[in-house]
């Protein structure tokens, strides 16, 4: 089974910042990685897929990076919408999908 | 609009069984792999089962294997999960989850249900 660590558990961050979230894989998923979104009492949400490919109707301020074993989840200019829990799966270990357990963007 | 709806939660001894059911609408069903994700309370997320659009591929977590049969019926437009042998750590709010494509191979998910809570305790 692949192991998925995300980084920070929690991260601090005030409106208008920039928030940057790690998710590292402990073994290569190439670039089959996929982001979700969750507030508070909601299901999930998908933001981005293929690593860097963001989901219909995302904003632009969400954007993905890395491969491999290294992935980043970078949004620009934080918004009050946006404090979430972020959590990053892999898709490339079929059938054994996993998930990390999750970045949780607070206000700071 | 696709919407996913799930049904058969609730409270359960240890040991017992229960069998959850997604109901399915707003695209067609038989198109797609589709997942079954829980979530214990205050915990993260956990693939727990999925299922290609004709059964002929099915998966599980390890956690579950053995114990959890997936299944659909595409005529109804349904997911079903049964649970057997039920423990306390299967205690979490499960969601149904459409998978982006049939499931030759299994992907990530576009679309969520709210989830049918399933407390396992004596």
């Known amino acids: 089974e692949i192991v998925m660590t995300q980084s920070p558990a929690t991260l601090s961050v005030s409106p208008g910042e920039r928030a940057t979230l790690s998710c590292r894989a402990s073994?290569?998923?190439?670039?089959?990685l996929a982001w979700y979104q969750q507030k508070p009492g909601q299901a999930p949400r998908l933001l981005i897929y293929?690593?860097?490919t963001r989901a219909t109707g995302i904003p632009a301020r969400f954007s993905g990076s890395g491969s491999g074993t290294e992935f980043t989840l970078t949004i620009s200019s934080l918004q009050s919408e946006d404090f979430a829990v972020y959590y990053c799966?892999?898709?490339?270990?079929?059938?054994?999908?996993?998930f990390g357990g999750g970045t949780k963007v607070e206000i700071k | 609009e696709v919407q996913l709806v799930e049904s058969g939660g609730g409270l359960v001894q240890p040991g017992r069984s229960l069998r959850l059911s997604c109901a399915a609408s707003?695209?067609?069903?038989?198109?797609?792999?589709m997942h079954w994700v829980r979530q214990a309370p205050g915990k993260g997320l956990e693939w727990v089962s999925g299922?290609?659009?004709?059964?002929?591929?099915?998966g599980y977590a390890d956690s579950v294997k053995g114990r959890f049969t997936i299944s659909r019926d595409n005529a109804k437009n349904s997911l079903y999960l049964q649970m057997n042998s039920l423990r306390a750590e299967d205690t979490a709010l499960y969601y149904c989850?459409?998978?982006?494509?049939?499931?030759?191979?299994?992907?990530?998910?576009?679309?969520w249900g709210q989830g049918t809570l399933v407390t396992v305790s004596s």
């Open positions: 989850a459409k998978d982006i494509a049939k499931g030759t191979k299994f992907y990530y998910f576009d679309y």
């Open positions: 707003g695209f067609t069903f038989d198109d797609y792999a």
């Open positions: 299922i290609s659009w004709n059964s002929g591929s099915i």
């Open positions: 073994q290569s998923v190439s670039s089959n």
């Open positions: 293929g690593a860097s």
């Open positions: 799966q892999q898709y490339n270990n079929w059938p054994a999908l996993t």
